[in-house]
């Protein structure tokens, strides 16, 4: 037996369900598998999560389903789960996700309260074993322990509980391999803290790091965004020393390699099944409701009421940037509610005091504001646009530095020391746009709907409706 063996570990992240990329990158596992296997060389795929993404009618109209077949499919042998899977899914959609996987799936951090363990569609660990190398697998999610609570999920903050798992499982192994869904500074901080890992295989923040970064002895990789990129690194093994020799990273481009001629058909017949499936009637529109990225429309409104109705506030937020497509008087379909807003965003609920509330409108009619760009926090629009509001009434001052001289909640005038509850969206308790509604108090979370389920119940009352088609934003002259 030689003194050295050769470890390849093929590794995706946040894929988001851009099906157009995985057939090739089908064709790159398999055929980077074939030429390494004939050298003798051993190889691992992983996939570190958000492989799956509900704006994508395939994922949304099978739960998930069709991303699992692709993975199948594509051969991979272990993957993680990211907060797409873990959050946007309710739990029982989750806990049978994973029944036709041919991979194992590897999460030591997500506990059922009901059991007191992990789920059982994951491992908490795995080794990997050949002849002359014994790879341990470790896994791990980002924690959002309020989001996990409420789906009927427990998270454990990675940094001890890994440590636990590591000192168990290093005497029993040769490497050490870490599929981490908690992003490129999570990564590094266990690099730096946690001993005895050789490798931190990262995701969550869509960091591209071209030939990784070796850090207190560990290799941390990351391959950006929408499959774009599938991770190569190469592992030497000393038998004799008992240590990795060498550790290398690269990025291969997806597109460098052709598609896969029986994924492509699989896909295509996935895409039909799901379009018929989301064709259903979701709702019965009397009106068109008709978008505006920088001006006030009855439809960011009804967004606004949306969420006030949703959470039982006193006032409803919502940027109509959120809304990505119009819908028309008359029949709705559940993909038409998909593709208006595809964002895996949830209610929240917030208190403020007036003058907070105040400073939150003032900011959010500001030019700079509307046609800021937004990326991230689970947003799949363009820019966040114009604020469309519920139980408000605001007179303002147009121009080139616009200037609200009049709020009234409800009938009656802002109170700047009282403290109002104000329903709108998770993202901007994320995301510091409006520091007054991050610093809120009392706030609280509304899973599993996302957006585009809770219009399917609102966009049905016609006093909502009726009441959306007159303006709350109130121009006046500048003076």
Request: glycine fraction near 8%.
């Amino acid at each position: 037996m030689a003194d050295t063996c050769t470890l390849h570990i093929l590794h995706t992240n946040d894929v988001h369900s851009h099906f157009s990329s995985m057939s090739r990158i089908a064709t790159c596992l398999r055929q980077n598998r074939q030429r390494w296997e004939a050298l003798g060389e051993h190889v691992l795929t992983v996939d570190i999560g958000d492989h799956a993404d509900r704006m994508d009618v395939k994922t949304e109209a099978t739960w998930g389903r069709a991303n699992v077949e692709v993975l199948n499919h594509s051969g991979y042998e272990y993957v993680t789960i990211g907060n797409n899977e873990g959050i946007t899914f309710p739990k029982e959609r989750l806990d049978a996700l994973y029944e036709q996987a041919t991979f194992t799936v590897v999460l030591g951090n997500l506990i059922d309260p009901a059991t007191g363990r992990i789920p059982p569609w994951a491992a908490s660990h795995a080794v990997h074993e050949w002849d002359d190398l014994r790879v341990g697998i470790l896994g791990v999610t980002a924690s959002f322990p309020p989001f996990y609570k409420l789906l009927g999920w427990e998270s454990k903050e990675p940094l001890e509980h890994l440590r636990e798992q590591v000192a168990a499982l290093r005497p029993n192994v040769d490497v050490i391999v870490l599929l981490s869904h908690l992003g490129y500074p999570d990564d590094c901080r266990l690099a730096r803290e946690l001993q005895g890992v050789d490798v931190i295989l990262g995701a969550h923040t869509h960091h591209q790091l071209e030939r990784g970064e070796h850090i207190n002895g560990t290799l941390v990789a990351q391959t950006g965004v929408f499959g774009r990129h599938v991770g190569h690194v190469r592992l030497v093994w000393d038998r004799v020393a008992k240590r990795v020799r060498e550790a290398s990273a690269e990025l291969l481009v997806s597109s460098e390699y052709p598609s896969e001629p029986v994924l492509d058909a699989l896909l295509a017949k996935k895409q039909e099944a799901a379009e018929k499936r989301l064709d259903q009637t979701a709702v019965e529109l009397s009106v068109n409701l008709n978008i505006s990225w920088t001006e006030e429309t009855a439809f960011g409104s009804i967004l606004a009421a949306s969420l006030r109705k949703w959470t039982q506030a006193e006032v409803g937020l919502a940027n109509n940037g959120l809304l990505l497509a119009p819908l028309k008087n008359g029949r709705v379909s559940y993909r038409d509610l998909l593709h208006c807003v595809p964002h895996p965003i949830n209610p929240c609920a917030v208190s403020i005091t007036g003058e907070q509330l105040y400073k939150v409108l003032q900011q959010s009619i500001q030019p700079q504001t509307v046609n800021r760009e937004l990326r991230g926090f689970g947003f799949r629009g363009k820019v966040t646009g114009w604020m469309g509001i519920d139980g408000l009434h605001v007179w303002y001052e147009t121009g080139d530095s616009p200037r609200i001289s009049r709020v009234e909640v409800n009938g009656e005038a802002l109170d700047a020391g009282r403290t109002y509850r104000v329903g709108t969206i998770d993202m901007f308790m994320f995301n510091r746009m409006f520091p007054e509604l991050a610093e809120g108090a009392d706030v609280r979370f509304y899973l599993p709907e996302m957006l585009r389920e809770i219009l399917a119940q609102t966009l049905a009352d016609t006093e909502l409706i009726a009441a959306a088609l007159q303006p709350r934003w109130l121009p006046l002259a500048p003076s």
